[in-house]
């Protein structure tokens, strides 16, 4: 049973930058399909970021070009670096497998984009 602890949100201004890290309990080798997701206050949850076991990353629209998926096999975790934020990326972030699984999902991380 592998299990995903987020971290790294925060307030920042817009056009900052955060860091994201998604630590996994278990190996991600076997993991196919790792992803980001957000959820904002009102909305549904929704895949921002994805990236394969060979390292293909996808970008939903919202994101793409200032945002950037990556993973470190050998610390098993999984990261999203985050710029030129807005005040729209506010959200809870999570990670999970792509596509999710119920009995994957953490507590999140918040992020606030606010001036």
């Known amino acids: 049973q592998v299990q995903f602890v987020e971290s790294g949100g925060g307030f920042v201004q817009p056009g900052g930058s955060l860091r994201l890290s998604c630590a996994a309990s278990?190996?991600?080798?076997?993991?196919?399909?790792m992803g980001w997701y957000r959820q904002a206050p009102g909305k549904q949850r929704e895949l921002v970021a994805s990236?394969?076991?060979?390292?293909?990353?996808n970008y939903a629209d919202s994101v793409k070009g200032r945002f950037t998926i990556s993973k470190d096999n050998v610390k098993n975790t999984v990261y999203l670096q985050m710029n030129n934020l807005k005040p729209e990326d506010t959200a809870v972030y999570y990670c999970?497998?792509?596509?999710?699984?119920?009995?994957?999902w953490g507590q999140g991380t918040q992020v606030t984009v606010s001036s």
């Open positions: 999970n497998v792509v596509p999710s699984m119920n009995n994957y």
């Open positions: 278990g190996s991600i080798f076997s993991i196919l399909h």
């Open positions: 990236i394969t076991l060979g390292g293909s990353t």
